[in-house]
């Protein structure tokens, strides 16, 4: 079964580094998400995106926030300036272009900042 | 905005027995309610999901249930397995809106007593 793939799984950074999470999303899937979930907390969305452009985006995802898709298989997170609060567990999802359909999520990239 | 709450917070049950898990919602315009498993460290798994149309929907030993005029909807788990225990987070969303966005529960931390 295809699944959304997510690198690295685990990342260590310095407060005030820029980030970049990596995720593979499910090939033929249209509609690309990401959400974060603080420890011990729920998932919060931070951000879709469709036809190459940002479709929503929730009041944590400030300017220091981007998203692209560089190429045809990538969907890329980037935090310009990391605090100490970005810590989490970061998690890229994807679905189908049919109304309705089911995310599925990757297996998420823990982010520790320092 | 959407607005998900879900009791109770943790729930222990005896292998065998049944466990219900419960989630309201604000937004009247919501109309689709997945259900997510998070075991420790791992991604959510959709186990099962319903639309606004259907009042109930049974896959094996799991139902969940939809009432929309009290905006409420519940997971039920019969038979009981330690394989049960994790993390449930119930979502909703307006599927037919493009964007999709999943706004979360808080989670329910289920223990299943072997």
């Known amino acids: 079964e295809p699944e959304v793939t997510q690198t690295p799984s685990h990342q260590v950074t310095q407060m005030g580094q820029e980030v970049i999470l990596r995720c593979v999303p499910i090939?033929?899937?249209?509609?690309f998400y990401w959400y974060r979930q603080i420890l011990g907390q729920k998932v919060e969305f931070l951000v879709s995106?469709?036809?190459?452009?940002?479709?929503?985006k929730s009041e944590i995802f400030d300017d220091q926030f981007s998203v692209e898709r560089p190429d045809g298989s990538n969907f890329t997170l980037k935090i310009r300036s990391t605090k100490l609060e970005d810590s989490a567990m970061y998690f890229c999802?994807?679905?189908?272009?049919?109304?309705?359909?089911?995310?599925?999520f990757g297996d998420g990239t823990r982010l520790s900042i320092l | 905005g959407e607005n998900v709450e879900q009791h109770p917070s943790t729930l222990s049950v005896q292998e065998g027995d049944s466990a219900v898990i419960k989630c309201t919602y604000s937004?009247?315009?919501?109309?689709?309610f997945p259900w997510y498993k998070q075991e420790l460290g791992k991604r959510p798994q959709l186990i099962i999901d319903?639309?606004?149309?259907?009042g109930e929907k049974k896959d094996q030993r799991i139902a969940v249930t939809l009432n929309k005029t009290a905006k409420h909807f519940s997971l039920h788990i019969t038979e009981t397995q330690p394989e049960d225990s994790a993390v449930y987070f119930c979502a909703a969303s307006r599927s037919n809106f493009g964007n999709e966005k999943l706004t979360f529960g808080t989670g329910t931390r289920l223990t299943i007593i072997p």
């Open positions: 999802a994807s679905r189908e272009g049919t109304v309705g359909g089911p995310q599925h």
């Open positions: 090939s033929n899937h249209l509609y």
């Open positions: 995106f469709y036809n190459n452009e940002i479709s929503e």
């Open positions: 937004d009247s315009a919501s109309n689709y």
């Open positions: 319903i639309r606004s149309n259907v």
